[in-house]
């Protein structure tokens, strides 16, 4: 009944890298998705295969059950091709047409003479200062190796110069240097740019690191860590304290995966998963660098744009909103789709909130917002202008856990109330509440002003993370979120909501409620309709209400961006249901949740994918899409294009296996990003911006009203 949740994730990097194969996509880019999967996999190998190693042990030996060997013996294998197939696209696709377009990657063998006495020079002045090689002794045992770092094992012969037989030796590789390293273009044979990897430079002077003995083998090697931090909430009384010392532990968690060259001894090999506690199958040997992230440093290097995706500049709204948005928003409530409109009008919202004399108070969440943020900044000078600002810091956000702790610092320094969610959830609802006192001295009142959004309030992802952020000043959206805040710190029940769905209270309860009344309109013999836009599907209780709505005559359409669980398409289950998957230039990151509800047209906004974690162990937030005006933009931008897409599109079948849409005869192809890009980027002001995305012949007629 269904699909497995790992499995259907490594399907998700496989359609990543399918992207990296495509030659209509220019060169540069399929190296970022070259270097996108291989983040993607780190992170999956840290938490996902380091869940499923933690499940299937006992005193941190692998345990004989055999449902978890069989699955992690599966997800094994799986990762085993999905890596041999990455090298392979990066070694006979990639990098032949890099040295076609004039970047070469350099190795030893092939550089020239000028070259080689430059890389020399190099590796004495900048290299070699900042190695420690350690040869293994009683009184040098293994050293710890920090999560995703670079190593080089090396096997010795003869004695060292204590006349003792050594024979193995370990080199770290220092963080600070970079990865790749520019060659002069005046030493080069050929035009374009040239470059070499670090690894390369200490490979061909790594026999200067021990003289008197020979090199007799060497590779490179990484180790990948769980990554999971743990703190014990009941028993800790800082929070933020007890993060700070965790963090430190984090380079050095259980051992889940060992990557080496592939041309690395299998002596030095098994040397290595000794070493780890790792046994044969999670030694990764691949046929270039250990980690391919860092060949992102090239695109940067490179100045030709023919090798880029054309620069996009998303819409943004005339000075006159942002000038007075408060003023905007008294008017009607305002709908941005980022990134292809600018995110700069949340940054001027909060920016003119804490300029503003009139405001008495902001409050927002916090989950991810990177080392640099416009938008911390502005309430940091809100706290100091003397404004009660309330932020909810969530600490656990993960991998940005060190960033929010800094935040939460400099706030609290500024005069902000800081508070850290509850305790056992995570705080992922992105939500902010100004509150302006307006009217006469006599005969004033105290008026909400909301931002609610599907995405984070991060400066770098609004560029390139599809989300939708709703601005209002509607009193009762307002309410709701001044009450989600007021749960937030006071940890008290929340009052009742007049709009707002919240996990962990009810949001799980009120999907199942909306797919069931769909199905109940359907029995009546009535169309019944719901299309869903999320970043994963597992959560087994609404997949169950999704089978029950489809076997009642419910229409519905799935787009899932990653993990997908459900089995689509199955006679007497799920033949109703379609599943997509859209993967472009951006990541899709918006939730949307359409239920027709016999023409109400009921959409929500949401923080939370269809997920367990999201529905039961994190703070989220949906909210309605009250104008209908705005309603019909949420269809004809988040909804619809992303239907008829036929380029970027992979539709999955019952047996979990996705397969690319393509343009029919005759049709022509359709991509949803590019159809948003030219309708909303170039647009100017608001009301162009509604027209062009929400023009009704765009919506189709059972979403008209």
Known sequence: ????????????????????????????????????????????????????????????????HPSLTANLNRVSAECHALVTRQYEILNTEVLPLLQDAGIHIVRHSQRNEAQRAWVKEYFEREVRPLLTPIGLDPAHPFP????????????????????????????????????????????????????????????????DLFAGREVMAYSQFRVTRDSDLWV??????????????????????????????????????????????????????????????????????????????????????N??????????????????????????????????????PCVVAIKQTVYRTGMNSDLMEALILAARLGKEVTVVVELLARFDEEANINWA????????????????????????????????????????????????????????????????????????????????????????????????????EQIIKAIRNEAKIAKSGKPARIIVKVNALVDESVIRALYSASQDGVRIDLIVRGACTLRPGVPGLSENIRVRSIIGRFLEHSRIYYFRNDLAHDIYLGSADWMNRNLFRRIEVAFPVLDRALKRRVMAEGLNPYLKD????????????????????????????????????????????????????????EARE
């Open 1 to 64: 009944m269904f699909l497995d949740r790992e499995l259907s994730q490594l399907a998700f990097n496989r359609r990543v890298l399918a992207q990296a194969e495509d030659p209509a996509i220019p060169l540069l880019e399929r190296l970022r998705y070259l270097c996108i999967v291989s983040s993607n996999l780190d992170e999956f190998f840290e938490v996902r295969v380091a869940s499923l190693l933690a499940a299937a042990s006992v005193d941190g030996v692998l345990s004989e």
């Open 144 to 207: 710890q190796v920090v999560n995703k770092s670079l190593n080089f094992i090396v096997a010795l012969s003869g004695k060292d110069a204590f006349g003792r037989g050594t024979a193995i030796a370990i080199i770290k590789a220092p963080r600070v240097l970079p990865r790749i390293i520019p060659l002069p273009t005046e030493l080069s044979d050929t035009p374009g740019m040239s470059f070499c990897l670090l690894s390369s430079v200490i490979h061909a002077h790594i026999a």
């Open 232 to 317: 014990d909430e009941d028993e800790v009384k800082n929070l933020r304290q007890a993060l700070k010392g965790e963090l430190l532990g984090r380079q050095f968690g259980r051992s889940v995966r060992l990557e080496v060259a592939k041309n690395c001894p299998p002596e030095l090999s098994q040397f290595l998963l000794d070493q780890f506690g790792l046994d044969k199958t999670r030694l990764y040997q691949v046929d270039g660098p250990v980690n391919l992230v860092r060949l992102n440093e090239i695109a940067e290097h490179s100045k030709n744009p023919a090798l880029r995706f054309a620069p996009f500049i998303p819409g943004v709204l």
């Open 319 to 356: 000075k006159s909103v942002n000038n007075d948005i408060f003023a905007t928003l008294r008017r009607h409530d305002m709908l941005l789709h980022h990134p292809f409109q600018s995110f700069q009008t949340v940054i001027d919202f909060v920016r003119s909130a804490a300029n503003d």
């Open 409 to 508: 610092d400099k706030l609290e320094q500024a005069g902000a109330q800081v508070v850290y969610g509850v305790v056992g959830l995570k705080t992922h609802a992105k939500i902010a509440l100004v509150i302006r006192r307006e009217g006469s001295s006599g005969n004033s009142a105290l008026r909400y002003y909301a931002h609610l959004g599907t995405g984070n309030y991060h400066p770098t992802t609004t560029k390139f993370y599809t989300d939708f952020g709703l601005l209002t000043s509607n009193p009762e959206l307002g309410r709701d979120v001044n009450e989600v805040f007021m749960h937030l710190t006071s940890l008290a029940k929340p009052h009742k909501l007049h709009h707002i769905w919240l996990a962990p209270f009810a949001l799980q």
């Open 646 to 701: 036929n380029v970027n599109a992979w539709e999955l079948e019952a047996d979990g296996q996705y397969h690319r849409r393509k343009p029919r005869a005759k049709q022509a192809p359709f991509s949803a990003q590019k159809h948003l890009m030219h309708a909303l980027g170039t647009a100017t002001d608001e009301s162009q911006m509604t027209v062009a995305a929400g023009n009704e012949r765009t919506v189709p007629k």
